[in-house]
């Protein structure tokens, strides 16, 4: 049996991480004595390299967290890229993800050589993706590297078919991108199975156009098939920018969630096995963040700094885009990592989350689950404010 999930503890941490619930830091007092000596080193670096050109992404999902940046014109070099995540790997930092604002990062001209470049330096790496392309060279440095078996690809499907897939994504076309995506985790799975190196999870976002039996059984049976070690099933969040106007039908307000809940939980939980986990979760309504802005105050920059497409080094996965000049860190395509991330000054260490918490409110940024879960956790610490 393809079995990766050998244990009950190796099960319960693959779930806590998909409910929301890593530990990013080891407690708030031990992270704020790191940020006042300068020790901190960052959790993860998120990279979210992309293409040049006006639209950036390959689908026009509706309720994208990137729909609203501004894009502009700047993008650093691959051998700016890759020199800065050797400088990552070489300051300690032991986990890289690539994920996109705005794009997605297999849609990267920089992405086989950032993925090599993680691997050679023995790094954890996380992938979100939607993978409609995978060059032959990706499977090929998957197939050839020892991989770190904490590693992840999580995969954003929200499907059964290919006239589904289209219609959640924004896509006109009738192009068959749910068969094009299958085909390429199959892809995936040639390489990873059947002694796996690293998981494999696809995400459902439900919403009134996807949530029947027939479209979601034919889902769970064609990634369970294709490799997927974890299946999870939740509801999209309010993009930012676009939340004030008319409702975005992809995203369903409480009623219609609870209703989904109700009607499809225990029947998708039935699909729940040893070798393939099946979750149905809603974290908005357990963590009560579902319309939030943001949680504040926010340590973003210390625990998950994230390199835009444009080069610079922002605060955070959801704010890394020319929209917020105000709360960049700085410009990697002159400056070196660390000279950036250690560039404060706390000598008013209440003062600093004061001032940087304005800073941030007046960006407009929102966070996503976890930046709302772990900065609920330092808020209620108190040590940070
Ligand atoms: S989105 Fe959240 S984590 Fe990111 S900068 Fe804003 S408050 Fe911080």
Same mark, same amino acid.
């Given at each position: 049996?393809?079995?990766?999930?050998?244990?009950?503890?190796?099960?319960?941490?693959?779930?806590?991480?998909?409910?929301?619930?890593?530990?990013?830091?080891?407690?708030?007092?031990?992270?704020?004595?790191?940020?006042?000596?300068?020790?901190?080193?960052?959790?993860?670096?998120?990279?979210?390299?992309?293409?040049?050109?006006?639209?950036?992404?390959?689908?026009?999902?509706?309720?994208?967290?990137?729909?609203?940046?501004?894009?502009?014109?700047?993008?650093?070099?691959?051998?700016?890229?890759?020199?800065?995540?050797?400088?990552?790997?070489?300051?300690?930092?032991?986990?890289?993800?690539?994920?996109?604002?705005?794009?997605?990062?297999?849609?990267?001209?920089?992405?086989?050589?950032?993925?090599?470049? /993680?691997?050679?330096?023995?790094?954890?790496?996380?992938?979100?993706?939607?993978?409609?392309?995978?060059?032959?060279?990706?499977?090929?440095?998957?197939?050839?590297?020892?991989?770190?078996?904490?590693?992840?690809?999580?995969?954003?499907?929200?499907?059964?078919?290919?006239?589904?897939?289209?219609?959640?994504?924004?896509?006109?076309?009738?192009?068959?991108?749910?068969?094009?995506?299958?085909?390429?985790?199959?892809?995936?799975?040639?390489?990873?199975?059947?002694?796996?190196?690293?998981?494999?999870?696809?995400?459902?976002?439900?919403?009134?156009?996807?949530?029947?039996?027939?479209?979601?059984?034919?889902?769970?049976?064609?990634?369970?098939?294709?490799?997927?070690?974890?299946?999870?099933?939740?509801? /999209?969040?309010?993009?930012?920018?676009?939340?004030?106007?008319?409702?975005?039908?992809?995203?369903?307000?409480?009623?219609?969630?609870?209703?989904?809940?109700?009607?499809?939980? $225990?029947?998708?939980?039935?699909?729940?096995?040893?070798?393939?986990?099946?979750?149905?979760? $809603?974290?908005?309504?357990?963590?009560?963040?579902?319309?939030?802005?943001?949680?504040?105050?926010?340590?973003?920059?210390?625990?998950?700094?994230?390199?835009?497409? $444009?080069?610079?080094?922002?605060?955070?996965?959801?704010?890394? /885009?020319?929209?917020?000049?105000?709360?960049?860190?700085?410009?990697?395509?002159?400056?070196?990592?660390?000279?950036?991330?250690? $560039?404060?000054?706390?000598?008013?260490?209440?003062?600093?989350?004061?001032?940087?918490?304005?800073?941030?409110?007046?960006?407009?940024?929102?966070?996503?689950?976890?930046?709302?879960?772990?900065?609920?956790?330092?808020?209620?610490?108190?040590?940070?404010?």
């Amino acid at each position: 049996m393809e079995n990766n999930l050998t244990t009950h503890s190796d099960v319960e941490e693959k779930i806590q991480k998909y409910k929301f619930n890593t530990s990013y830091f080891e407690n708030p007092e031990q992270l704020k004595k790191d940020i006042i000596e300068k020790k901190v080193i960052p959790h993860q670096v998120e990279f979210q390299p992309g293409p040049l050109g006006k639209k950036i992404c390959w689908l026009s999902c509706p309720y994208c967290y990137g729909e609203s940046a501004i894009n502009n014109a700047e993008r650093p070099s691959t051998e700016r890229l890759v020199e800065l995540l050797n400088q990552i790997a070489d300051g300690g930092v032991k986990k890289v993800t690539f994920a996109g604002w705005a794009t997605d990062p297999l849609n990267s001209k920089s992405i086989d050589d950032l993925l090599e470049t /993680a691997l050679k330096r023995k790094m954890i790496f996380g992938f979100n993706t939607k993978p409609i392309k995978v060059s032959d060279r990706f499977i090929d440095i998957l197939k050839h590297n020892k991989i770190d078996p904490q590693s992840w690809i999580s995969l954003s499907i929200d499907s059964g078919s290919n006239e589904i897939f289209n219609k959640v994504h924004g896509m006109k076309t009738k192009a068959p991108l749910y068969d094009k995506v299958l085909n390429n985790v199959k892809r995936i799975k040639d390489v990873n199975m059947p002694n796996r190196k690293f998981d494999v999870s696809a995400a459902y976002l439900l919403n009134k156009f996807n949530s029947s039996k027939k479209e979601i059984e034919k889902f769970i049976f064609d990634f369970k098939n294709a490799g997927c070690n974890l299946l999870r099933f939740s509801f /999209a969040q309010p993009p930012r920018g676009l939340v004030d106007k008319e409702q975005i039908e992809t995203v369903p307000l409480v009623d219609e969630k609870n209703k989904i809940m109700n009607e499809i939980k $225990d029947w998708i939980n039935s699909f729940d096995s040893d070798n393939c986990k099946v979750l149905i979760i $809603d974290p908005d309504s357990e963590n009560d963040i579902f319309y939030k802005n943001r949680t504040l105050p926010c340590v973003a920059r210390f625990v998950y700094p994230t390199v835009g497409f $444009d080069g610079r080094l922002y605060q955070c996965s959801q704010s890394a /885009a020319p929209n917020f000049k105000d709360t960049e860190i700085g410009d990697l395509k002159t400056k070196n990592f660390w000279d950036l991330y250690y $560039d404060y000054d706390v000598s008013d260490f209440i003062g600093f989350f004061k001032k940087s918490g304005e800073l941030i409110k007046k960006s407009g940024c929102r966070c996503d689950r976890k930046e709302h879960i772990v900065n609920t956790k330092i808020s209620k610490s108190g040590l940070f404010e």
